[in-house]
């Protein structure tokens, strides 16, 4: 076999290869997600709807804080909090992340948004947006 026709297969197996790379990466795109397809880890697909409700097992472990419980983990929303507004649902992850004495634990995120809108009823806490919604309001330090 002469250097020339060595080039001519190498080069003609590297056309072959290139267009069979082709062919397999376009069969392998992805197809685009419809709305339908998207699913939001609750279930829910319909983000007009208030967060919530507890689950009964939720429910449960919330009934049975005891007071102590309830103002730390109101003291723990207020120390996230900032006199600049912030996103419920960072206040309620950063509480509920955060590693603290005597912290209740699988207490849903649900109980600390209501939470910070009992704060808010009390007036430690300004809120703007529909408190229902974590992820659609914001509140800061009362002024």
């Known amino acids: 076999m002469t250097i020339d026709s060595l080039r001519r297969k190498t080069l003609t197996t590297l056309a ?4 069979g790379a082709l062919r397999r990466s376009e069969a392998a795109e992805p197809t685009p997600l419809r709305p339908e397809d998207v699913r ?31 103002a730390a983990i109101d003291r723990e929303l207020l120390n996230a909090s900032d006199p600049h507004w912030r996103k419920v649902a960072r206040l309620v992850a950063t509480a509920m992340t955060d590693d603290w004495p005597n912290k209740p634990d699988g207490i849903a995120d649900v109980y600390y948004a209501q939470r910070v809108a009992r704060l808010v009823q009390l007036g430690k806490l300004e809120s703007q947006g529909d408190l229902r919604r974590m992820r659609f309001s914001e509140v800061r330090l009362t002024r």
């Not at 072959?16 to 267009?19: E, L, P």
């Not at 009964?56 to 309830?70: F, N, V, W």
């Open 16 to 19: 072959i290869s290139a267009v």
């Open 40 to 70: 939001r880890v609750s279930g829910r697909t319909d983000d007009r709807e208030p967060d919530g409700p507890m689950d009964a097992a939720q429910q449960r472990r919330a009934d049975a804080l005891t007071p102590q419980q309830i």
